[in-house]
């Protein structure tokens, strides 16, 4: 059964930092596209960053160059590094799962729960 | 600003069909043939309803379907019940990103 596990939200001051955690079950991390989504409190899904099964990683705008994604193959986790948070990064932040079977991440088909972060003094 | 509009609500009556576009704001979003549609319950993660603009997953209800025409596409939910109200995304991959919609809450009167 697929199954995708987050960890390590919580409260952070501006300018500090996390690292949230998506522990997964059911596939391998290493041979699957994986994402993280975060969605602020009563707003909509925003797109964050892809891990591809190749090690390439992309980023929103929004993050580049203060997030960080990468995964553990001996633990099966999926990582997000985050850095020099701002206020407008508090969200409930999900780890997703591509299809294997697709060559293009064009959907998800698995979510986990999500993970709440709140960036605040 | 998202590349992909959507209202941001309808309402339909148990039983009626409703149909939410999703409109490509960017010239560069292309043939627009990827486009998925995900349902968010409150409190909920996302919950995959169509790929690849009418394909739905297994275990997804037939009530469910998805269309496009150009620059829009739709997702038509047919025989309206109580537990569809929720919020419905629309999402288009482009160039290693993905976009979504800002969110249609549909109301179930």
């Known amino acids: 059964e697929v199954q995708l596990v987050e960890s390590g939200g919580g409260l952070v001051q501006p300018g500090g930092s996390l690292r949230l955690s998506c522990a997964v079950s059911g596939f391998t991390v290493s041979r699957n596209y994986l994402a993280w989504v975060r969605q602020a409190p009563g707003k909509g899904l925003e797109w964050v960053s892809f891990?591809?099964?190749?090690?390439?990683?992309h980023y929103a705008d929004s993050v580049k160059g203060r997030f960080t994604i990468s995964r553990d193959s001996s633990k099966n986790t999926l990582f997000l590094r985050m850095d020099s948070l701002r206020a407008a990064d508090t969200a409930v932040y999900y780890c997703?799962?591509?299809?294997?079977?697709?060559?293009?991440?064009?959907?998800?088909?698995?979510w986990g729960q999500g993970t709440l972060v709140t960036v605040s003094s | 600003q998202s590349a992909l509009t959507q209202p941001a609500s309808v309402s339909g009556s148990p039983g009626q069909s409703i149909s939410i576009p999703c409109t490509a704001t960017r010239s560069d979003i292309g043939g627009f043939f990827y486009v998925s549609w995900y349902q968010q319950h409150p409190g909920k993660a996302p919950n995959l309803l169509i790929f690849?603009?009418?394909n739905r997953p297994s275990g997804v209800s037939l009530r469910f379907s998805g269309s496009k025409s150009g620059n829009t596409a739709s997702l038509t939910i047919s025989g309206l019940q109580a537990e569809d109200e929720a919020v419905y995304y629309c999402s288009l991959y482009t160039m290693n990103t993905i976009q979504f919609g800002g969110g249609t809450t549909l109301t179930v009167l």
């Open positions: 690849e603009v009418s």
């Open positions: 997703a799962r591509v299809p294997p079977w697709l060559q293009v991440p064009y959907y998800f088909d698995f």
């Open positions: 891990i591809y099964n190749d090690g390439n990683t």
